[in-house]
C-alpha cells in the first residue's frame, strides 16, 4: 500500500471529492484526519472508513477560521508524530453574474475558497519544512475557463492556483522539502455543483446544456495559412505560431 505510515489532513471531505480522497487514501494505508464544517457528516465519513478497515478520525473545521487551523494541524502532529499529506479541498459556490452578486456573498466565497487555502498552506508548509510532505490544493477548471455566472467562484479558484505557484517557488528557493500543486477537475457530480445548479431553477437545463465558449486561437487557426500571416509580434503569437516558429 502506497500510503501505509502517512498522515493525511484533508479538508471539506465529508461528501464529494474530499470523500473519496480520504477512502482511496485510507484504502492506500494512511492516517486519515476529515474535516468538515459539518462535524456530524464528517464523523459518519469517518466511521464508514473505519468500518472497512481503515485508519480516519474527524473533526469539526471553519476552514476561514485561523485559531482553528492552527489547533486542528497541532491535534494532527500530536497524533501522528507529522503531517505528511495536506488536501485543501472545502469550498463553496454559487450561479451568480458580477452585477447579482451582493458583497457579503463574495467576501464569504472567497474566506472559503482563497483565504482558506492560504491559511492552510501556510500551516501546513509550517508543520512539513523540517521533516517533508506534500500540499494539494483543489483548484478547478473554473481557474482557467471563464463562466459568467461564476464570477466570484472564477477569481476564487484562480488565486488557488496562483497563490498554490507562489508557495511552491518559496519553498523550493528556501530548500524546504514541501511539493505544493493545485488540481484543477471539470464539473463532478457533487453536493456543491447540485446545489448551485439547482438554484437556478428553470434556468438549470440551460446551463447545462451551454456548448463550452470557442477557444480564443479558434480563428487565428481558422485564418492562418502559415505563422507569418498568423502576427506580426512574437509578443502576440498565439501557441500554434510559437510551435511553428
Given amino acids: 500500500m502506497r500510503f501505509t505510515g502517512k498522515s493525511v489532513l484533508i479538508t471539506g471531505a465529508a461528501r464529494g471529492i ?32 473505519r468500518a472497512e478497515g481503515g485508519k480516519a478520525e474527524a473533526r469539526r473545521q471553519d ?25 485543501n479541498n472545502a ?13 457579503a456573498e463574495w467576501q464569504r466565497l472567497m474566506a472559503v475558497n482563497l ?11 509550517t508543520a512539513m519544512k523540517d521533516k517533508g510532505g506534500v500540499i494539494v490544493n483543489v483548484a478547478s477548471i473554473a481557474a482557467n ?23 511552491a517557488v518559496d519553498c523550493a528557493r528556501k530548500g524546504w522539502p514541501v511539493r505544493i500543486n493545485s488540481l484543477h477537475p471539470g464539473y463532478c457530480e457533487t453536493k456543491l455543483v447540485a446545489d448551485a445548479v439547482g438554484a437556478l431553477g428553470d434556468e438549470a437545463a440551460g446551463f447545462a446544456r451551454r456548448p463550452p ?21 512574437p509578443a502576440m503569437m498565439p501557441p500554434t505560431c510559437a510551435a511553428a516558429s
Avoid at 64 to 72: D, G, L, M, S, T
Avoid at 115 to 125: C, N, P, T, Y
Avoid at 218 to 229: D, G, M, N, V
Wanted: aromatic content about 6%; proline content about 5%; charged content about 20%.
Fill in 18 to 49: 474530499g470523500l473519496a480522497a480520504a477512502q482511496e487514501f485510507a484504502r492506500e494505508g494512511a492516517s486519515v484526519t476529515i474535516t468538515d464544517i459539518d462535524a456530524e457528516e464528517a464523523e459518519a465519513a469517518a466511521a464508514a472508513i
Fill in 63 to 87: 476552514v476561514a477560521n485561523e485559531a482553528e487551523w492552527k489547533a486542528i494541524v497541532a491535534d494532527v502532529v500530536a497524533r501522528d508524530g507529522r503531517l505528511d499529506i495536506l488536501v
Fill in 91 to 103: 469550498g463553496m459556490g454559487f450561479l451568480k453574474s458580477v452585477v447579482d452578486t451582493g458583497l
Fill in 115 to 125: 483565504e482558506s487555502v492560504f491559511l492552510g498552506v501556510r500551516a501546513g508548509i
Fill in 145 to 167: 475557463v471563464a463562466e459568467p455566472l461564476f464570477p466570484a467562484y472564477n477569481a476564487s479558484k484562480a488565486g488557488v492556483a496562483m497563490l498554490t505557484k507562489a508557495a
Fill in 213 to 233: 465558449p470557442p477557444s480564443p486561437w479558434a480563428a487565428w487557426r481558422r485564418r492562418a495559412k502559415s505563422p507569418a500571416r498568423c502576427c506580426s509580434s
